[in-house]
T-cell receptor
Framework: ETGVTQTPRHLVMGMTNKKSLKCEQHLGHNAMYWYKQSAKKPLELMFVYSLEERVENNSVPSRFSPECPNSSHLFLHLHTLQPEDSALYLC????????????????FGPGTRLLVL | AQSVTQPDIHITVSEGASLELRCNYSYGATPYLFWYVQSPGQGLQLLLKYFSGDTLVQGIKGFEAEFKRSQSSFNLRKPSVHWSDAAEYFCAVADSSNTGKLIFGQGTTLQVKP
């Protein structure tokens, strides 16, 4: 399998549930990202990992907990979510995080459509 | 702070007609600019990018974009639209913080009439 994959593709959960989103990249990249795409809003960056170390936390509530066990896998653990957290969650990867004015191209997975009831 | 504006939320064109999607950015230095396309139920696919050099950038699927510093614009164009081009298009600029952060516009939904 190539590119960036995400599972599950669709998820329905109650506000008291705990679930996890999984992302896997098969590109040999060192950086991985979580984005949130809500209706009628621009994509919002949530977290950035570089070589399994978190380098950006974009003021995300603690009910979202990322985990990057290795450079190929990224998880987003969800607990006690709110209905307004319903959105498409996109994972992306890039060769490295942009440094020194150099920007790397990010490649996106298909997303997980999350509905919180 | 950096920002991206896509003035057109929704555009409808006839198949075979030309297309231009507008993108304006706010950025102090030389920007890194991207156009992505998202088909229904799919993730984002990179169409093209501008990092430096030639201001007219060629991308996949017959798309091109022109960087105009004087107008702070990076408009996407295609000379002849196909029905399969119906999708949502996002313009993005790289954040200057060296964390890989992309700032996205709100997107433009393209509808193609037969």
């Amino acid at each position: 399998e190539t590119g960036v994959t995400q599972t599950p593709r669709h998820l329905v959960m109650g506000m008291t549930n705990k679930k996890s989103l999984k992302c896997e990249q098969h590109l040999g990249h060192n950086a991985m990202y979580w984005y949130k795409q809500s209706a009628k809003k621009p994509l919002e960056l949530m977290f950035v990992y570089s070589l399994e170390e978190r380098v950006e936390n974009n003021s995300v509530p603690s009910r979202f907990s990322p985990e990057c066990p290795n450079s190929s896998h990224l998880f987003l653990h969800l607990h006690t979510l709110q209905p307004e957290d319903s959105a498409l969650y996109l994972c992306a990867s890039s060769q490295d995080v942009g440094m020194g004015g150099h920007q790397e191209t990010q490649y996106f997975g298909p997303g997980t459509r999350l509905l919180v009831l | 702070a950096q920002s991206v504006t896509q003035p057109d939320i929704h555009i409808t064109v006839s198949e075979g007609a030309s297309l231009e999607l507008r993108c304006n950015y706010s950025y102090g230095a030389t920007p890194y600019l991207f156009w992505y396309v998202q088909s229904p139920g799919q993730g984002l696919q990179l169409l093209l990018k501008y990092f430096s050099g030639d201001t007219l950038v060629q991308g996949i699927k017959g798309f091109e974009a022109e960087f105009k510093r004087s107008q702070s614009s990076f408009n996407l164009r295609k000379p002849s639209v196909h029905w399969s081009d119906a999708a949502e298009y996002f313009c993005a600029v790289a954040d200057s913080s060296n964390t890989g952060k992309l700032i996205f516009g709100q997107g433009t939904t393209l509808q193609v009439k037969p």
